[in-house]
């Protein structure tokens, strides 16, 4: 049985269409990325998932129905979102934005050991626990917003383009952590532009043009696809 069923997602804004009823699934341990152009609809799917937009179709977690559900509920159910951007809080600490991500947790044990385990991941970030997030360069920025989703305990995150904007260094960190969380068992739904470093690190791939999913399969496969290695991987 798959952790993420989605049934005929979709997304609209006003007239634009922007998800035409996409079919996703991710089992329980899976690295699975969407790729796509700029506009295709992959951060409107994740905004889907976690109910940030109002949607249509059906949405199953862990056997339980998502759709509908407020964002705080989804994500005590175990889904973290970590958005396009960041989206972290700039004017707080490190430490302070790691602890917003715990904040529905009553744990604190837990929450204590969670932050020990970001602090071991992200050595940066406990170099700089006490410095103003809005301080931190884009990568390490990137490393927080991974880190505070992670405060949540979540069982599946959702990554929006964690490489945009940064140096391709960072780029290779950024990754070995993501590599390294999905090895710790949890289950993570990647969304990249960047699809030759999507593919190399998932095992299963969906590939959306104008907000549908016109390809999916193992990304070995699709790596070898003409079809996408001359769209997407600059052949
Ligand atoms: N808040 C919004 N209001 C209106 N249109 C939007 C909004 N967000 C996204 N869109 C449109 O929806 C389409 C899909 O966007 P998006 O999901 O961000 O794609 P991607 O993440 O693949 O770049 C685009 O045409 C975009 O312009
Ligand atoms: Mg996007």
Do not use: W
Request: proline residues 3%; charged residues 20%; aromatic residues 4%.
């Amino acid at each position: 049985m798959s952790l993420l069923e989605v049934r005929q997602l979709k997304v609209a804004y006003g007239g634009i269409k922007a998800v035409r009823g996409v079919d996703l699934t991710v089992a329980e341990g899976e690295l699975v990325c969407l790729i796509g152009a700029n506009g295709a609809g992959k951060s409107s799917v994740l905004k889907g998932l976690v109910g940030l937009v109002q949607h249509g179709g059906e949405v199953r977690f862990a056997g339980e129905r998502l759709t509908g559900r407020p964002t705080h509920a989804i994500a005590a159910s175990g889904v973290s979102l970590v958005p396009e951007g960041r989206g972290i809080f700039a004017r707080l600490t490190v430490a302070e934005n790691l602890d917003m991500g715990a904040f529905v947790r009553r744990d604190r044990t837990a929450v204590n050991i969670d932050r020990q385990r970001v602090y071991e991941l992200f050595p940066r970030l406990a170099e700089r626990r006490g410095q103003m997030a809005g301080t931190l360069s884009g990568g390490e920025q990137q490393m927080l917003a991974i880190g505070r989703a992670l405060m949540s305990g979540p069982r599946m995150l959702l990554l929006d383009e964690p490489s945009m904007g940064l140096a391709p260094l960072m780029v290779q960190k950024i990754y070995e952590t993501i590599t390294r969380v999905a090895g710790e068992g949890v289950t993570i739904l990647l969304v990249e532009q960047n699809a030759n470093l999507a593919l190399h690190v998932s095992q299963r791939a969906y590939v959306m043009e104008s907000g549908e999913v016109t390809l999916h399969g193992a990304s070995a496969e699709l790596m070898s696809n003409p079809q996408i290695r001359a769209a997407y991987l600059g052949e």
